[in-house]
């Protein structure tokens, strides 16, 4: 009987969170396409379900862990689940996260509240829960990483996406000072900036300013898909463990702010 060709993270336990639609989903197949067993966490049950089929259905391996990870014990029961049954994470791709631009003088307090709750409180929940296992596992096999979702707009400045961008800019900064305290333990800690992405994301805007800005750029550029962050992401996680790609800024070629 033939064996199966050894892939680059066959040993590799990887936990994705925002893993039911959009880049964590893309993420999540192509982990477990390169050997990951794969722990899918998001809120829609039967999304993961399916998500799991499909890369059972490819020869992969992959466990649906339904969680909301602004609810820090359910994160932390996810987690311990991770461990009994797997043995821990030893690579994390926290990535769940919510974008609801307005002008600042509408007062959209809800929505200023949900991204900080998701965005922020939630990322921090995955990594309260997680860094345990990281650290454990790292010390075990050499290295572990930890992937944090930002956004281009850490960087750039976009008029009514304040909140957003200030949740965004949270995630690398959080993820630069991180790296100095788990690099030394073989942790290697890195934010993924994207431009715009064609996911579900853009859903959930309710702003018409931003859904006009948002429908204009299709028009001028080809938006990156999910499946281009994925093979960023795996190829982070690929690199020799001396090797840690702190940031990356992964933008659609004709994206220009
Ligand atoms: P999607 O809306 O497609 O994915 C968001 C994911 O987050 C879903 O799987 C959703 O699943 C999950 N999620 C939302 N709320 C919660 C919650 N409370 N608990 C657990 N999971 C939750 O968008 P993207 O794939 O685009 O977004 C992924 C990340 O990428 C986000 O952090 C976003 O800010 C970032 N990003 C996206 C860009 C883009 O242009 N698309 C650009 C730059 C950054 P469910 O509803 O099932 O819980």
């Known amino acids: 009987m033939a064996t199966a060709p050894v892939q680059p993270l066959d040993d590799r336990v990887a936990v994705i969170t925002g893993a039911s639609s959009g880049i964590g989903e893309a993420s999540a197949e192509h982990l477990a396409s390169l050997g990951a067993t794969v722990v899918v966490l998001a809120r829609r049950a039967e999304r993961l379900q399916d998500l799991v089929a499909r890369i059972e259905k490819n020869g992969g391996s992959a466990l649906a862990i339904t969680a909301d990870v602004t609810d820090a014990a359910a994160v932390q029961a996810a987690a311990d689940r991770v461990e009994a049954e797997l043995g821990g994470a030893d690579l994390l791709f926290n990535n769940a996260g919510i974008m609801l631009p307005a002008p600042i003088e509408e007062l959209r307090i809800g929505q200023w509240q949900h991204q900080i709750d998701l965005n922020i409180s939630g990322l921090m929940n995955v990594i309260g829960a997680f860094v345990p296992q990281l650290v ?3 010390g075990e096999r050499g290295a572990a990483d930890l992937i944090n979702t930002a956004s281009i707009a850490a960087q750039n400045i ?3 996406f304040a909140v957003y961008s200030g949740t965004k800019a ?8 991180l790296r100095t305290e788990l690099g030394p333990k073989h942790v290697r800690v890195a934010a993924i900036e ?11 805007v309710t702003d018409t300013g931003a859904l006009e800005w948002l429908d204009g750029s299709k028009e001028t550029m080809d938006w990156l898909t999910p499946q281009d962050i994925a093979q960023t992401i795996g190829f982070i996680a690929t690199l020799p463990p001396r090797v840690n790609l702190q940031q990356v ?8 702010s």
């Open 158 to 160: 976009f008029p009514n």
């Open 136 to 138: 454990k596992n790292a």
């Open 170 to 177: 949270y995630v690398t900064h959080l993820s630069r000072h």
């Open 194 to 204: 994207p431009g715009i992405v064609g996911t579900e994301l853009q859903n959930h």
């Open 249 to 256: 800024t992964i933008m659609p070629t004709g994206q220009t």
